[in-house]
């Protein structure tokens, strides 16, 4: 028997492995695999069983590590799928999309030793032995690389091993393994003629009552000793068992409980009635649910889940953010069965997600609520998978394997005969487009629950705000005076600003040096909070400084506003007001995101200041007045769909506001008040924004009505980087020749961010309507691309032009 194994190596290709006979009858598809690869061992996933083999001299398997496959033959198609669509090695896809823990493989220990000769070691040795020196207890091979920056390790490793200067040891890491748990039962036959103690009786009593228990919870629940346990178990009265444990999610979560019961209205009624007879069908249905902010959209999307379990079905329903799934699983708990319930996101465990994944493939789990990899969970029987906030630029993943969940959502309903339901206020301009060529279908909800009115938005024209110094300020009149009103009045108010930190830039006033990260194209940002400058894109941080490091003078400015600056601000005008930020600075650590909107919910909470985190989803009654501190930051982005994520962004906030019995009103800030997409957001019109911005696309040949593949190139060497860049721009054109110039190819220039974490950054864009082609394109360019010191990546469809 011969296998096929996919490994997490940066290849396409597919490795085959002979099975020993005593490992034959434990393979499948789906497990992984511990193989020899050159001169260590990794692991694999197995993807391919086969009788036969052409090939000679085939190495055999070491170890199959999983009990029970962790996907199917049809999991496997859909994960062979995103892998060829984005262009990325199948091995790399499957550690990716599948929690299955840090990879089991060989690595070398090197630990110095006393030297007991006084053989001459060369200069690089010495040095080598003196970094060694600082880890008595030893450092793994790469790292001596990693941390030390010498150059050939592995030449000067031997070469002091065989000096007795050190020692080598061949380890392997650790595999996230299976958790179990001691049961206790009773073997009733026993217990009769047998002699007890008052202790022991009870103890049999309280089994008796309760059946079989855990260990540790018979011990906790019944206060009785593990000696008498002991003595039970020795007279065979007691038997204890292992079990596996399946570690869990927590359900615990305060925010947004509703206690009353939802009623649906007429409109809400008919859009259900039509999503049953979709899912009464069991074939593949895409819909597009078009609902203004507090449309009751969420309901609809639980009773259909509702009617799918009924009928012994199984669903997906994916939120964008981490964020808005402690307020989801409130509304679910409760309501669907919690032991049939899996939350997958990337703030969860990782073991945790290995546990509920299992269980999932097993068929105990019906439902999977989660962020954008929850999307590839191994259900079985699926009927629904529901894509809330369908327009959220976080389904696209921007790193490693570039997928958009959204579009894969799609995909993966299509394959197994599914409804799929993406849901939004402002769909994305792709997903409409869909909708009106027929290709989803159309459901649509226009007005609020109840009938409640849309918030009433009034945009500010900034550049006639100005204060006595001549500068613009912060907050314009008309926004102040509004969250005076609300104070006023009990209600809370939210301040959207998508920029953390507290200013900009900083710039010596003396002699115009720039505080620049040394590692990225951007400006320091200035966090006064923590006494900090940091880049906001490699996480380099210093302490501020009070002199410019250039000319030692101290008249450093800071220019433009961060939201730590609006908190101060804030603070200064409204001195009683109980002020909260949310960004990713207050929030890193675990559950304080979660804290912040239970305090939100609670009234506890006056001025919420936050960024793109808090427009999503969120639904607070007491939410009156929403302020928008600058329009124009998502405006200016250097990309085609800015107008689109701007009027998405700013619909989205404003629909936080008036959701309860009060009305809302939003304000807008911006230096652009004739921009359209903005005037659109004002009146609530999504349809207008929507035909504007399409005769924009089509008349640029801009997706929807092209596709586009961007080839990412970086490296530490910028020389290297320029020089191959050009030469696969003259590559491109020349094979786009070949093809009757069937695409656009835009570039290569430097990135808009020219350098991140070290490495120097072009792309170049591949446009045109026939992806197939594109792909072509693509692939021909990577392959023939020689220069080791670039490394180029694809991104399919992408959403980010950074």
């Known amino acids: 028997m011969f296998i096929d194994i996919a490994l997490n190596i940066p290849s396409d290709r597919i490795f085959t492995y002979e099975v020993p006979a005593n490992l034959q009858q434990d393979v499948k598809i789906g497990q992984r695999a511990f193989v020899p690869f050159g001169n260590k061992k990794r692991t694999g996933f197995i993807v391919g069983i086969k009788k036969s083999c052409d090939f000679k001299n085939i190495k055999s398997i070491t170890e199959i590590l999983d009990d029970e496959p962790l996907f199917s033959k049809s999991d496997l198609d859909f994960y062979q799928w995103i892998a060829n669509y984005f262009m990325y090695p199948l091995g790399k896809t499957l ?48 790292n001596i690389a990693k941390i030390g920056g010498f150059k050939n390790v592995t030449s000067t490793v031997k070469k002091l091993h065989l000096a007795g200067a050190l020692q080598i040891e061949k380890k392997q890491t650790k595999q996230l393994s299976l958790q179990s748990e001691t049961f206790v039962t009773l073997d009733e036959n026993k217990i009769s003629g047998t002699k007890l103690t008052d202790k ?9 009552n309760t059946g079989e228990i855990s260990l540790n919870n018979l011990i906790y629940k019944s206060n009785i000793s593990g000696s008498v346990i002991k003595r039970l178990q020795g007279k065979g009265i007691i038997n204890l068992t292992d079990k596996e444990k399946t570690r869990t999610a927590s359900f615990d979560s305060k925010i947004g409980q509703n206690k009353n019961k939802i009623v649906l209205n007429k409109r809400q009624e008919q859009i259900l009635k039509e999503i049953y007879s979709y899912l009464g069908e069991n074939v593949f249905v895409p819909i597009l649910l078009h609902g203004v902010t507090g449309s009751g959209k969420t309901e609809i999307y639980l009773k259909a889940i509702e009617k799918v379990l009924k009928n012994n079905g199984s669903a ?16 679910v708990a409760g309501r669907f069965d919690e032991q049939q319930i899996a939350v997958l996101h990337s703030g969860i465990a990782e073991s ?17 609520i989660g962020t954008r990899s929850a999307l590839f969970a191994p259900l079985q029987n699926l009927n629904l998978i529901i894509v809330d906030e369908e327009h959220d630029s976080s389904y696209k993943q921007d790193e490693r394997l570039c997928y958009n969940a959204r579009d894969m959502a799609i995909l993966k309903a299509k394959m197994s005969d599914a409804v799929v339901i993406t849901g939004s206020a402002t769909p994305s301009v792709h997903t409409y487009f869909n ?5 989803y279908q159309y459901l649509e909800l ?63 006033a003396d002699c115009g040096y720039n505080f620049r990260c040394p590692n990225c194209t951007v400006s320091l940002k200035n966090h006064a909070a923590e006494g900090l400058v940091k880049c906001h894109y490699c996480d380099y941080s210093v302490k501020s400084l009070p002199l410019c490091p250039s000319c030692k003078n101290s008249r450093i400015l800071s220019y433009g506003t961060g939201t730590q600056k609006l908190e101060k601000e804030i603070e200064n005008i409204f001195p009683q007001a109980r002020i909260q930020r949310m960004d990713s600075d207050t929030t890193s650590k675990k559950g304080t995101q979660e804290k912040i909107l239970q305090e939100l919910e609670q009234r506890k909470i006056d001025i919420l200041i936050g960024t793109q985190m808090i427009t999503k989803g969120h639904d607070f ?30 619909t989205q906030v404003a629909g936080r506001s008036g959701r309860g019995d009060a009305p809302g009103k939003v304000i807008i800030q911006t230096f652009n008040p004739q921009n359209y997409a903005l005037k659109h957001a004002q009146d ?37 980087l320029m020089e191959e860049a050009h030469k696969l721009g003259r590559l491109a054109k020349k094979i786009n020749v070949q093809y009757g110039n069937a695409a656009d190819i835009i570039g290569p220039a430097e990135s808009p961010l020219g350098k991140i974490r070290g490495r120097f950054r072009y792309q170049m864009l591949i446009k045109g309507k026939d992806i197939k082609l594109l792909h072509r394109i693509a692939w021909e360019l990577i392959h023939k691309s020689s220069n080791s010191n670039v490394k180029i990546t694809a991104d399919v469809d992408p959403e980010n032009f950074m």
């Open 95 to 142: 550690a990716e999309l599948i929690p299955s823990g840090s990879e089991k493989k060989d690595f070398l220990w090197i630990t110095p030793l006393l030297r007991t000769n006084e053989r001459t070691l060369s200069a690089a040795q010495e040095k080598m032995l003196s970094f060694l020196q600082l880890y008595p207890q030893g450092i793994t091979l790469s």
């Open 200 to 208: 022991q009786k009870k103890l049999i009593e309280y089994i008796q």
């Open 316 to 331: 997906i329903y994916l939120v964008p953010e981490i964020a808005l799934t402690p307020q989801l699983i409130s509304r």
């Open 352 to 368: 945790v997600r290995y546990d509920q994944w299992r269980q999932i493939k097993r068929g105990r789990i019906n439902l999977v």
């Open 435 to 439: 909708a009106q060529i027929k290709k």
């Open 446 to 508: 226009p007005e609020r629950v109840d009938k409640k009115p849309m918030p009433i938005v009034e945009i500010i024209d900034m550049k006639t705000q100005k204060e006595k110094s001549g500068k613009v300020p912060i907050l314009s009149d008309t926004l102040i005076e509004a969250i005076k009103e609300t104070l006023g009045k009990k209600e809370q108010v939210l301040l959207f600003l998508n920029k953390r930190g507290f200013d900009t830039f900083l710039v010596c």
């Open 621 to 650: 009654p007491f939410i009156t007045l929403v302020g928008v501190i600058s329009a124009d930051t998502s405006l200016n982005m250097p990309d085609f769909r800015a107008a689109e994520k701007t009027f998405q962004l700013i």
């Open 684 to 720: 609530h019109d999504y349809k207008a924004f929507y035909e504007e911005e399409i005769e924009l696309r089509k008349a640029l040949r801009y997706p929807p009505f092209s596709r586009i593949i961007n080839l990412r190139m970086s490296s530490i060497k910028k020389d290297s």
